[in-house]
């Protein structure tokens, strides 16, 4: 009313189209702001902070990684403030290209099941991401009986040797659907009478990781020197859902910032429904069915809804133009770009420019991303279990005394 009468001589539909803009542009300011707040929480913890917290000399609890790979969980676990003492890991370019000690400034002990563990010191904090394709859902699904899949059974053992006070193992969480969840079973049979174990699965995208992985976490914490409040566990809550949520496009890179080669031009057979659901993939079209080859992905999917869990591959998914509107023709499909792979792990553009200094390939950066859990699922768990610990009272073994890689060793990172 106060709008029409200080400009009299509007008409009607001037003004509906003038309430059509508004909220066009009040929607564009909404996903603007969210593409600030997912770059602002990727960008307020850089690789050289990450570094620098690992050579300070502060009280803190230790950890060590089992399996440390691209070094996502390391990261997370930096963030939410433990210092990492020692690392294994069997990759050979990742073992040779020293990621891990890059990182941290401590050593990478190799295979996990090839090492003295009477000779090595006891974390506070133990995590591991053992190998997943044996138990993944385009895997082989062969469980504890494949080629890597005893791996996730038998770092019990690593566990019971160590005694850390507490530990985090991370797994597809296809690996209930294996044999009945029977290594998740045997985990518990083998731990269970020394710790407290809680179990969960996540989807990161509740964490604000703009990806459709989910995860098995099952967290462990020493009853002799935790105690009964080791019980009970506060576990992440959900910080995004159907009221507050992103998507894909709050991450994406304008198209003409898109590698050539990560362009395809061929058209779908078939058409999707195009509705949008909050945190859901949105597919649009299909050339083919299941997924298809990584270089060729079937699924044609929109940037409203959130990416297909990343793969090392590149595979899941293809995405149409940033300006393509319903109605008009697919023909052009673009690829996840490696910084978009980076911003979907929510990792800052530090990561991929550290990475690329030991080997510069994309696919390289992509396994190390993508063989980790994305780093605001990660810290949300790491958080949790660093608050479990101070609240049992469980003292700082990380001091002036004990820190790892000395002050000294920081070199103006």
């Known amino acids: 009313y106060l709008y029409c009468a200080s400009q009299p001589n509007i008409d009607v539909d001037t003004l509906h189209n003038l309430d059509g803009r508004r909220e066009v542009e009040a929607a564009a300011a909404e996903q603007l702001s969210m593409a600030r707040k997912l770059s602002d929480w990727r960008e ?4 050289i902070q990450a570094k620098q917290a690992c050579r300070e000399v502060r009280d803190s609890y230790s950890c060590s990684v089992l399996c440390s790979g691209g070094c996502l969980d390391t990261l997370a676990a930096i963030r939410s403030g433990f210092v990492p003492i020692w690392g294994t890991e069997i990759d050979p370019v990742m073992k040779t290209m020293t990621l891990w000690s890059d990182l941290t400034g401590t050593q990478c002990l190799g295979d996990t099941f090839a090492v003295d563990w009477s ?21 082989c699904k062969q469980g504890v009986c494949g080629s890597t899949g005893w791996q996730y059974v038998a770092q019990c053992d690593v566990i019971l040797k160590l005694q ?91 198209d003409d910032q898109v590698p050539s080669e990560y362009w395809l031009d061929d058209s779908p057979t078939s058409f999707w429904n195009q509705d949008v659901h909050p945190l859901q993939i949105q597919v649009l079209a299909s050339c083919g069915p299941g997924m298809g080859h990584s270089s060729k992905p079937h699924k044609f999917q929109g940037w409203e809804g959130i990416f297909p ?11 149409v133009p940033l300006d393509w509107v319903p109605g008009q023709p697919i023909t052009y499909t673009r690829l996840t770009t490696p910084t978009e792979t980076v911003r979907i792990a929510s990792l800052p553009q530090s990561y991929e420019e550290w990475v690329r200094s030991f080997e510069s390939s994309d ?3 992509r396994k190390c991303v993508n063989n980790g859990v994305p780093l605001r699922t990660s810290c949300a768990v790491a958080d949790c279990v660093h608050a479990m610990l101070v609240r049992a009272g469980i003292p700082f073994d990380i001091g002036s005394r004990t820190l790892p890689s000395a002050e000294a060793a920081w070199e103006g990172m």
Request: proline share 6%.
């Open 44 to 47: 307020s913890f850089t690789l």
């Open 119 to 139: 000779q090595q010191r006891r974390p506070s904090c133990l995590l591991s991401g053992q190998p997943c394709p044996d138990f993944s859902l385009s895997g």
């Open 164 to 254: 850390p006070h507490s530990f985090v193992l991370e797994m597809v969480a296809n690996v209930m659907e294996i044999d009945n969840g029977s290594a998740v079973g045997a985990i518990y049979d083998k731990l269970s009478s020394a710790y407290h174990i809680h179990a969960k699965v996540l989807r990161v995208a509740s964490a604000g990781d703009p990806s459709n992985r989910t995860r098995l976490f099952v967290i462990g914490f020493l009853k002799s020197s935790v105690g009964d409040i080791g019980c009970q566990f506060d576990w992440p809550v959900p910080e995004f859902d159907s009221g507050h949520y992103y998507c894909a496009r709050d991450v994406a890179v304008p």
């Open 309 to 319: 869990t990343q793969t090392t591959h590149n595979g899941g998914g293809r995405r």
């Open 363 to 365: 696919s390289f950066l």
